[in-house]
């Protein structure tokens, strides 16, 4: 039985209890993925879901919903009509 996923999930509620919100720094788009400033670091970030086909920029607001190693999972924040 392996455990990474299920160790790493439980690392990453620890430095995230709740989903934060992230400033995006470089680009992020479909195919690529950019960085985020998030409690006050860097981090590279790429779309939680794969088939996403928005494009967030410099500034914008993501939601960040997991983590793969260093590389933050984000969605794009929905702005309040």
Not at 42 to 54: E, G, H, T
């Amino acid at each position: 039985m392996n455990l990474a996923p299920i160790l790493e999930m439980s690392e990453f509620s620890s430095f995230l209890s709740v989903k934060d919100t992230a400033r995006v720094e470089k680009t992020i788009t479909p195919g690529c993925g950019g960085r985020v400033y998030f409690q006050a670091t860097y981090w590279p970030a790429r779309f939680y879901q794969s088939d996403c086909q928005l494009t967030v920029l410099p500034g914008d607001l993501v939601t960040i919903v997991g983590r793969q190693g260093l590389t933050l999972l984000v969605k794009p924040k929905v702005a309040n009509s």
